[in-house]
């Protein structure tokens, strides 16, 4: 990809480039925390075609419905999605370790069913093959 000047946010992208959806959370892109299901233009960092490669993101399409939250604008392909942004980014109250460890393993029990990564793509992997 060529670079660019990165935006503030990778949610704050130029509008005439393709847009890409976190298909898992738990990761940082461009320095923000991402959820899955966040909207965001990939930024030129260098990890990003591994991150498509992967599977941690994939190119949203063009006319996709897309969801807003309404605390801090972030954009998501679901409602869902958007529902558990909220619930983590934005309670009232903040959770205790034991809390914080227990919603991490469901997220990642939850991310590994709906969009395992592509492991067998790994460069290991395809060396191998
Ligand atoms: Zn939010």
């Known amino acids: 990809m060529a670079a660019r000047n990165a935006p503030a946010r ?3 992208g130029p509008s005439d480039e393709p847009r890409y959806f976190a ?4 990761f940082d892109y461009a320095g923000q925390p991402v959820d899955r299901g966040l909207v965001l233009w990939l ?3 260098l990890n990003d075609e591994k991150l ?3 599977g941690y993101v994939a190119e949203l399409p063009p006319k996709a419905e897309t969801y807003r939250c309404a ?3 972030a954009e998501f392909i679901g409602i869902g999605e958007r529902t558990a942004h909220g619930d983590a980014r934005h309670r009232v109250r903040d959770l205790t ?3 914080e460890d227990a919603r991490e393993e469901r997220r990642e029990r939850i991310e590994n069913d709906l969009a395992p990564l592509y492991l ?3 460069k290991a992997a395809q060396a191998a093959a």
């Open 23 to 26: 298909r898992r959370g738990g």
């Open 120 to 122: 067998d793509k790994t």
């Open 52 to 54: 498509v490669r992967l």
């Open 10 to 12: 990778p949610q704050d």
């Open 71 to 73: 605390v801090c604008g």
């Open 97 to 99: 370790p034991d809390e």
């Open 43 to 45: 930024v030129g960092a």
